[in-house]
């Protein structure tokens, strides 16, 4: 008589989701890169006073356009070189690794908050207020999101926090489009009507139920649009309308170096790498959230 084999389980049950996320997470070797140089850029940034050699607007009149410490002529006081009027290079970058971050995350914190509020609301009331939000967003998804932020800029004054608000008009409605759909998706599920058979209100519902089932998309969402924003700022302070020297903004550093593009490279290479890295790593590290966090792409 033959044995029959019954099927084994998993001892524990099934894995934490945690556990599951941080599994499909880990296996995407682009989004672990873009991870570790994310965090490297952050503590960069928190630790930019006491990494960094010399403060950001200290000059060396002995030390013009001076070469990376490994090109001909150049210094072991100043790793990459420095600028026009004797900035270090490097002490600038860690600096404005500070400065990009800050606009990058605030632009997204206030475009996720506002986003958020009006797609849930447009996805679940629907109606004349949906319509309007929704002709509102298209018709600045209509006009090119740098040409718009200039626009916005150039009524508002340029500044760092005008070109934080230029850039957040800009991206919000991405974020009204993607939460109006992920509600109008579930208010139609089995959970939502047993919540309104109990006797829950609108907000309540809305809150409780529909947002949290709402978030995977807006986080995906949030780290791509943080590299959306860096590059937006980095546009802005270029053209002379956003961070104002001397502040170490990467943008504004380029801006900075146009002149010398030809007889000193590492003027501009260097802002130019950090911009590339930085928004490499956050599309990398959006990629693999969004991987780990949609079910139709786990595997």
């Known amino acids: 008589m033959s044995a029959i084999s019954t099927p084994t389980t998993a001892p524990g049950g099934p894995a934490h989701p945690v556990k599951e996320f941080w599994r499909y997470f880990s296996a995407n070797k682009g989004a672990m890169a873009g991870l570790f140089i994310v965090v490297a850029v952050l ?106 932020a200039i626009v916005v800029v150039a009524i508002l004054g340029p500044g760092m926090l005008n070109a934080m608000l230029a850039v957040s008009i800009v991206v919000l ?46 986080i995906v969402q949030a780290s791509l649009g943080i590299s959306t924003a860096i590059l937006d700022a980095a546009a802005l302070g270029f053209l002379g309308l956003g961070a104002q020297p001397p502040s170490p903004e990467w943008g504004t550093m380029l801006a900075d170096a146009r002149e010398f593009v030809l007889r000193a490279w590492w003027v501009v290479t260097f802002p130019g790498l950090a911009i590339l890295i930085t928004v490499l790593a956050f599309n990398l590290l959006g990629d693999g959230l969004r991987d780990a966090l949609d079910p139709k792409l786990k595997r």
Not at 45 to 59: H, K, M, Q, W
Not at 181 to 201: C, L
Request: a neutral charge; proline letters at 6%; aromatic letters at 6%.
């Open 43 to 148: 503590l960069v940034a928190l630790l930019a006073d006491v990494l960094a050699p010399y403060p950001p607007s200290v000059t060396d009149s002995t030390a013009f356009l001076l070469p990376p410490a490994w090109a001909s002529g150049g210094s072991s006081a100043h790793w990459l070189g420095t600028d026009a009027i004797g900035r270090d290079i490097l002490s600038r970058l860690m600096h404005g690794s500070r400065l990009s971050l800050t606009i990058g995350i605030a632009v997204v914190a206030v475009s996720v908050v506002v986003g958020t509020t009006l797609g849930l609301l447009a996805g679940y009331f629907r109606g004349i207020f949906e319509i309007a939000v929704m002709r509102a967003m298209d018709i600045i998804l209509t006009l090119p999101s740098l040409l718009l």
């Open 173 to 218: 409605p991405h974020y009204v489009r993607i939460t109006r759909a992920a509600v109008i998706a579930e208010v139609s599920r089995d959970y939502v009507t047993a919540a309104r058979m109990g006797g829950a209100g609108h907000w309540r519902v809305m809150i409780s139920e529909v947002l949290p089932n709402c978030t995977a998309p807006l």
